[in-house]
């Protein structure tokens, strides 16, 4: 059992540790470093890769080579079968169709290593 946990343990590691150096190099629309707020939000999506903490990072802008795009964009790009139609609201801002599906944090990974080459 304490193998599981440990197990576990170093895969949220290892998720954390192998995007440092991405978020280290990744810029955002101005081509500055991302804001640790934003940082914090990816790390926190790797960590929990749930449909509420997709939401804060889906329109996280990132340029690469010039072209300024969402990760959610991003993503789509990276994975061809990934949906090019995300969560659907009202006016009010109420739900009407949620995502149908939301990205691996090693899909996130590959993403953001695509946005920097």
């Not at 990132?62 to 969402?70: D, F, L």
């Not at 139609?85 to 801002?93: A, C, L, R, S």
Request: proline share 4%; hydrophobic share 45%.
């Amino acid at each position: 059992m304490l193998w599981i946990g440990w197990k576990i343990f170093s895969q949220v590691i290892s998720n954390i540790m192998n995007i440092t150096l991405e978020l280290n190099m990744v810029k955002d629309m101005f081509g500055s470093p991302l804001s640790q707020e934003n940082r914090t939000l990816i790390e926190t999506y790797m960590q929990n890769p749930i449909i509420e903490n997709w939401r804060k990072i889906h329109g996280i802008n990132i340029i690469k080579r010039g072209i300024i795009s969402t990760i959610w964009q991003w993503v789509a790009e990276v994975d061809a079968t990934y949906c090019h139609i995300g969560e659907v609201t009202d006016i009010n801002g109420n739900i009407i169709k949620p995502w149908s599906k939301i990205p691996s944090p090693d899909l996130i990974r590959k993403t953001l290593f695509y946005a920097l080459h």
